[in-house]
């Protein structure tokens, strides 16, 4: 079975720019989160969605929308990149059954992007 | 709030020997699991191992264990016989099942483990 997908893998944009960057999960995971990893930092989350409802959102500001499609692929938007976006982006699925808190997020290689 | 800390910015191990990477957390939500993660140069983050706080043993996956003590809130991951494919980032993660809540995981800032030959 795939693992999740995420493309691009590698970006980079200019400072003013947007970027959209996709995410396909696992076959059956049903949620799907987003997670900024900066240089020497542990991931911080975006966004999660489920069932395609955003069911959480971390204190990113607007410039970060998302979405899922109804086969549970998601998009991670940025809108007027900055510097400070340059990170390693991550996208994790999970089953999210019963307590999803005891479900292992299993996440894609990433996506870097660089701001310039 | 959650909160997870790993004291450990930087670990050195000789080849087969054991290592203890240090992770101490903090909720008052009685549901949680705990999960370490390892991240190579490359980038990717993978599934190492898990604990849930009902879990009444410690958790061990192939050379991987956790040393899960409850009353210290501290959920330390212990790796046997290192390899050298061991060196790479490790994240300690905790998600919680507060009511309602999206289960949205915090993760600690990592250890940096160097494998020796």
């Known amino acids: 079975d795939a693992g999740v997908t995420q493309s691009p893998t590698h970006l980079i944009k200019t400072r003013g720019q947007h970027v959209t960057l996709r995410c396909s999960p696992i076959?059956?995971?049903?949620?799907v989160s987003w997670y900024q990893q900066v240089l020497g930092q542990g991931p911080q989350f975006i966004f999660q969605y489920y069932e395609k409802e955003e069911r959480g959102r971390g204190n990113f500001p607007d410039r970060f929308s998302a979405r899922q499609f109804p086969n549970y692929s998601s998009e991670l938007n940025v809108n007027a990149l900055l510097l400070g976006d340059s990170a390693l982006y991550l996208c994790?699925?999970?089953?999210?059954?019963?307590?999803?808190?005891?479900?292992?997020?299993?996440f894609g290689n990433g996506t870097r992007l660089t701001v310039t | 709030a959650q909160k997870i800390t790993q004291t450990q910015p930087g670990m050195f191990v000789q080849e087969k020997e054991a290592v203890t990477l240090d992770c101490t957390y903090d909720?008052?939500?009685?549901?949680?699991?705990l999960f370490w993660y390892k991240q190579p140069s490359s980038g990717e983050m993978i599934f190492l191992i898990y604990q849930g706080s009902y879990d009444q043993q410690n958790a061990t996956e192939g050379r991987y264990s956790l040393n899960f003590q409850k009353a210290r809130k501290s959920a330390n991951l212990v790796i046997s016989a290192s390899q050298l494919g061991d060196s790479a980032m490790y994240f300690c993660a905790m998600r919680v099942g507060a009511s309602g809540g999206s289960y949205i995981p915090t993760f600690g800032r990592g250890t940096s483990l160097i494998v020796h030959p």
């Open positions: 076959s059956g995971h049903k949620s």
């Open positions: 994790a699925s999970s089953l999210a059954q019963g307590a999803p808190w005891n479900s292992p997020l299993h």
């Open positions: 909720t008052s939500d009685p549901s949680y699991g």
